[in-house]
C-alpha cells in the first residue's frame, strides 16, 4: 500500500527557515503528479506548490512565490519543500500528496491527488 509520510515541520521565529520532507513507501510516484498543500485553523486546505507534468514543471501559490521551493529526489522517493522567510500566516498544517489529476488550465490551477500524508505542523510565531 502506497504512503506518504511528512517530517520537518516544528516551530519557528518569523524570517526563518524550516524544510519539510515527504518520504513514499510502498511504490514509487516517479513520474507522478506531486505536490504540498496546507490547511490553517478555520480555512480551506489549499494548494501550496506542486510538481506537475512530464517534465516536472512547478507551480507555486502567490502568498509563496519567491519563498518556498518545491523539489523531488527521485533516488530516495523523497517531496522536499523549502520554505523560507516565514511568516506567521503560514502557520498550518502541511501535507505531502501524491498521484492524481493536476488541471493546469484551470483558474486558478487545481490539484486533486489520490494519495495523502498526515500532516506535519509549521508555527511561524512573529
Known amino acids: 500500500q502506497r504512503q506518504l509520510v511528512e517530517s520537518g515541520g516544528g516551530s519557528v521565529q518569523a524570517g526563518g527557515s524550516l524544510r519539510l520532507a515527504c518520504r513514499t513507501s510502498g511504490g514509487s510516484f516517479r513520474g507522478n503528479n506531486m505536490g504540498w498543500f496546507r490547511q490553517a485553523p478555520g480555512k480551506e486546505r489549499e494548494l501550496v506548490a506542486a510538481l506537475y507534468g512530464i517534465k516536472g514543471e512547478t507551480y507555486y501559490s502567490p502568498p509563496v512565490r519567491g519563498r518556498f521551493a518545491i523539489s523531488r529526489d527521485n533516488v530516495n522517493d523523497t517531496l522536499y519543500i523549502q520554505m523560507n522567510e516565514l511568516r506567521p500566516e503560514d502557520t498550518a498544517v502541511y501535507y505531502c500528496?501524491?498521484?492524481?489529476?493536476?488541471?493546469?488550465?484551470?483558474?486558478?490551477?487545481?490539484?486533486?491527488?489520490?494519495?495523502w500524508g498526515q500532516g506535519t505542523q509549521v508555527t511561524v510565531s512573529s
Open positions: 500528496a501524491a498521484g492524481g489529476q493536476y488541471f493546469n488550465m484551470d483558474r486558478p490551477v487545481r490539484y486533486e491527488p489520490n494519495y
